[in-house]
């Protein structure tokens, strides 16, 4: 008795995207743990896969990525365009540790929020608000980074204005030779930034939505209202919007490199984003399942061992 045998009739019939193969991701997460690092044909050469024992070393392993990736790009001479998510955060007080240690200014880095909370229309939240993405990135990451702070002109946010001049503004920069860099996690529905599954029920084709570049007042999974009101709201569900502003892939596939963070376990062993993971790194690209793509791109992700599994009852 599971899932596939009693969804019929259910409060669950329809509810997830229809274009989600649950035979198949069952397949994904009936892998043992020590298989997650097995190479898959559709893995770029250099897209790897980072463990971790626990949130102390992930928070330090992200944030020493992000930095050096500043670092790197500074030492050559060369902008960088950065797309940031609010959400892993821990990773931001390690990344402004080290640039502060190495002394490295962010005069260089153009920084591009990946998404924000909005109504129907796109209109968010003011940036004074606690809620908004844009306070969390003025607290986290460039207001701590002090005199080596990316620039105000240069830092980019969501909003309804500013989001549609993304795709011009990174299209430009790339023509002057900066490296585009996408750090994310992955969303309980596989989404990147809030690029959810059901979109692609909107779309010809895969091409198609490999082109969109981004959504105004994008209408949130129910799931991933839920995944945001645990992680982020203290269980209260009646704080968390539900639409958002988002890239999509039009801008994230462009990425020279992406850098991942998963750190989606509670306590007592409890998790929300092992089958998550797993269908990432084994569903195959398919613009049903969003974050499939990113194995396809060169970088890393960086994720607690635990998300391995084994993703079953019995094995708590």
């Known amino acids: 008795?599971?899932?596939?045998?009693?969804?019929?009739?259910?409060?669950?019939?329809?509810?997830?995207?229809?274009?989600?193969?649950?035979?198949?991701?069952?397949?994904?997460?009936?892998?043992?743990?020590?298989?997650?690092?097995?190479?898959?044909?559709?893995?770029?050469?250099?897209?790897?896969?980072?463990?971790?024992?626990?949130?102390?070393?992930?928070?330090?392993?992200?944030?020493?990525?992000?930095?050096?990736?500043?670092?790197?790009?500074?030492?050559?001479?060369?902008?960088?365009?950065?797309?940031?998510?609010?959400?892993?955060?821990?990773?931001?007080?390690?990344?402004?540790?080290?640039?502060?240690s190495w002394n490295v200014s962010c005069s260089h880095v153009y920084g591009f929020n990946m998404d924000e909370w909005s109504d129907a229309e796109g209109n968010t939240l003011e940036s004074t608000n606690e809620g908004a993405f844009q306070y969390a990135m003025e607290h986290a990451f460039y207001g701590p980074l002090g005199e080596l702070t990316v620039p105000v002109s240069q830092r980019n946010f969501a909003t309804k204005t500013n989001l549609p001049t993304y795709p011009e503004k990174i299209k430009a920069l790339k023509a002057e030779g900066a490296k585009l860099v996408t750090v994310f996690g992955i969303g309980r529905m596989?989404?990147?930034?809030?690029?959810?599954?059901?979109?692609?029920?909107?779309?010809?084709?895969?091409?198609?939505?490999?082109?969109?570049?981004?959504?105004?007042?994008?209408?949130?999974?129910?799931?991933?209202?839920?995944?945001?009101a645990l992680?982020?709201?203290?269980?209260?569900?009646?704080?968390?919007?539900?639409?958002?502003?988002?890239?999509?892939?039009?801008?994230?596939?462009?990425?020279?490199?992406?850098?991942?963070?998963?750190d989606g376990a509670f306590n007592r062993g409890m998790q929300w984003q092992g089958m998550s993971l797993w269908m990432t790194l084994r569903y195959g690209p398919d613009m049903w399942v969003t974050s499939s793509f990113i194995p396809t791109l060169p970088g890393k992700i960086i994720y607690l061992k635990e998300l391995a599994g084994p993703l079953c009852a019995e094995c708590n």
């Not at 989404?191 to 105004?216: D, G, N, Q, T």
């Not at 709201?233 to 963070?261: E, H, M």
Request: aromatic share 12%; proline share 6%; charged share 25%.
């Open 190 to 228: 596989c989404h990147i930034a809030f690029w959810e599954p059901h979109f692609a029920a909107e779309y010809a084709s895969v091409e198609e939505w490999k082109k969109a570049p981004y959504r105004l007042g994008a209408k949130l999974h129910p799931l991933t209202i839920e995944q945001n």
């Open 1 to 100: 008795m599971d899932f596939s045998s009693t969804v019929n009739g259910s409060l669950l019939e329809g509810f997830y995207p229809k274009g989600w193969d649950m035979k198949k991701i069952d397949e994904c997460c009936s892998n043992s743990p020590e298989s997650i690092s097995e190479r898959q044909p559709f893995w770029n050469k250099d897209f790897d896969i980072v463990p971790c024992e626990n949130v102390y070393d992930f928070d330090m392993i992200l944030g020493h990525e992000i930095a050096l990736e500043i670092k790197s790009c500074k030492d050559e001479g060369r902008k960088l365009a950065l797309i940031l998510p609010v959400g892993p955060m821990g990773m931001y007080k390690w990344a402004v540790y080290f640039l502060k």
């Open 231 to 262: 992680t982020s709201f203290k269980s209260r569900t009646t704080l968390v919007p539900c639409r958002a502003n988002t890239i999509g892939p039009g801008i994230f596939l462009q990425s020279d490199k992406v850098i991942g963070g998963c």
